[in-house]
Structures are given as structure tokens and as C-alpha cells.
């Protein structure tokens, strides 16, 4: 196994992952196995600090006596609701002394490159609605585990310290050497802003090696890293889009609330004060003088012959 060129595998697929998510739109996609909308990735890449400890025949896990670095580097798609795959580089170092038989006066140097891809499994997921007024509900804290398998190439350095002459004795091996690895492990992770996300993880290495601590003895050894990463998403936008406000409505100085029949004053009847009540002009009596010359009139006609 080569790790360089695995290595350069790995930012080879990193670089046409990148081009070819930022060519591609986004869209609302539906799995029927979770009951639930999302949206396909995005391509997000992370870099990690922490500490590693070494499990086997000198010490447990984080009980060598000195603190070991680690760092890494890697890629991570979520390709289904609350599923995400990657790929990390990891670069560590462990130091360890012998703590179970000290008398052995043990102690050793190890440096480990590793490639590895893992799959995780968030316990929660944002919230993905069809409706354009509510499209998501990102969520802050998410909590996960992971398991992936990897490759392992490490160079270790032991030396045993004579009591009695203070002499160093050097045991020393063909390296470097390779073996495979299974990580598995649990994190949270903390969304910051849409492209920004803090990630802490324990993942626990399991080998199929003796010889981490340079040491053979009746079992394989182990090793382990707590990381704080950080995990940037460049093609997702700054900021989520936020709808344009409506101007605010004029000022509204009639009653409050809602009327219904409930609370609708009733129609009051326009009233008369005045006692007298006028007839329709075809009900009124003609005036008496009116009808005399009305009388008149119609005897003048009759006389005249018309």
C-alpha cells in the first residue's frame, strides 16, 4: 500500500468533486426509506486537531504519560437523509511508556499515516418542507456515530532501559510497516453559519498489528483520537435568503377586533319628530277654490262647442 499516492488520490477527488458540486443546482429530493425531504450534499472539506492515544501491551488509551498529536484532513458528501460519507488523511504521532510492568523499563516512538473512508449516521437531521414560506430548520447540535475501514502505514521505535547500567537497548525491525484499520466512533457536531460547522469526535482504531508499540506480545495493539475539526462548505450560500418585507399598512384609528354577529350593533330606524305625516300627492285633497275654476273651465268648453 502506497499512501502517498493515496494521498494524492484523495486531492485528486476532492478537486473534481469540488468543480462538479459547484456546476450542480440544488434541488428538494424525497427518500422513502426515512419518510423524509432533503438535499443532497453539499461537498464539505475539514481540518482537525487533537490528541491520540495508543491501547496495547505497555499502556491503555491515554495513559502513556505524554500527550500525542494528531492532525487531519478530508472530505465529507451527505448523500441520504441523515447519512454522510468521506474521507480523511491523518497524520500521528504517539509516545508511551511502559505503565503495566514498569520494572520493563519500556518506552516507545510511533509515527502513523493514515487514509481512511467512513460512513456516518446523525441521530437527527434539519428539517426539509416542500412549502416555499418554510423550505428548512437547520439544527444546531447533531449528534452521530461513524465506522469506516482504512489502511495504515507507521514506523515504531522502542527502547528498553538496563536498570543496572542504565544502558539503551534499541529493538529494531523492518519498517515501515502497513496494516488495516477499522475506525468507529461517535461525535456532534455544531453548525456555526450555513457554510461554517465545529465537529468533536472520539474514533477508536482497531488494527490488525502488534507492533504499534514495537512490542510483540499476545494481542494486537489499538490506538485512538479525540479531534475538534473544522468543516467549511463552499458552495453553500453565506447566509440563508430572507424574503423581502411588506411595507408596514397605514395607520387604522376604526374598532378592534373582528366583527361578527356576536358583537354587530344592530341598525337603529331613523325616526320623525314631527307629528304630522304627509299623503302621496295622489291621496292629497284638492283645495276647494281649485276645484271651482277647474269647474268653470270645463262648462266654458261645453258652451263654446269644442
Not at 177 to 205: A, E, K
Not at 248 to 271: A, I, L, S
Request: net charge neutral.
Amino acid at each position: 500500500m502506497d499512501l502517498k499516492r493515496s494521498f494524492i488520490a484523495l486531492l485528486a477527488f476532492l478537486l473534481i468533486s469540488f468543480s462538479s458540486e459547484a456546476q450542480r443546482r440544488r434541488t428538494i429530493e424525497y427518500s422513502g426509506f426515512f419518510d423524509s425531504y432533503y438535499f443532497r450534499g453539499p461537498l464539505n472539506i475539514s481540518i482537525g486537531a487533537g490528541v491520540a492515544g495508543y491501547n496495547g501491551d505497555l499502556c491503555k488509551i491515554f495513559d502513556c504519560g505524554k500527550i500525542s498529536p494528531a492532525f487531519s484532513i478530508g472530505a465529507n458528501y451527505k448523500l441520504w437523509p441523515r447519512v454522510m460519507f468521506g474521507a480523511d488523511f491523518t497524520y500521528l504521532k504517539i509516545k508511551g511508556e511502559d505503565n503495566i510492568y514498569p520494572n520493563r523499563n519500556l518506552s516507545f516512538n510511533f509515527t502513523g499515516y493514515e487514509v481512511d473512508v467512513y460512513g456516518r449516521l446523525y441521530f437527527i437531521d434539519d428539517v426539509i418542507r416542500v412549502a416555499r414560506d418554510r423550505t428548512r430548520k437547520p439544527k444546531v447540535f447533531k449528534a452521530f456515530v461513524s465506522a469506516g475501514m482504512g489502511g495504515l502505514g507507521f514506523t515504531s521505535r522502542a527502547e528498553q532501559i538496563s536498570p543496572y547500567t542504565d544502558t539503551v537497548f534499541k529493538i529494531r525491525r523492518v519498517y515501515p510497516q502497513y496494516t488495516v484499520v477499522f475506525p468507529v466512533g461517535l461525535g456532534l457536531s455544531f453548525t456555526i453559519s450555513p457554510r461554517v460547522t465545529i465537529i468533536t469526535d472520539f474514533v477508536y482504531r482497531i488494527t490488525f498489528t502488534d507492533y504499534i508499540d514495537d512490542f510483540r506480545a499476545d494481542k494486537n495493539d489499538g490506538y485512538g483520537m479525540a479531534m475538534i475539526k473544522l468543516q467549511y462548505s463552499p458552495t453553500m450560500p453565506r447566509r440563508h435568503k430572507s424574503k423581502k418585507g411588506l411595507p408596514p399598512p397605514e395607520q387604522y384609528d376604526g374598532p378592534k377586533g373582528t366583527e361578527t354577529w356576536k358583537n354587530r350593533k344592530p341598525e337603529e330606524k331613523p325616526t320623525n319628530n314631527d307629528d304630522t305625516y304627509e299623503l302621496p300627492p295622489e291621496n292629497q285633497e284638492q283645495n276647494p277654490d281649485e276645484m271651482n275654476q277647474e269647474e268653470n273651465q270645463e262648462n266654458q268648453e261645453e258652451n263654446s262647442g269644442w
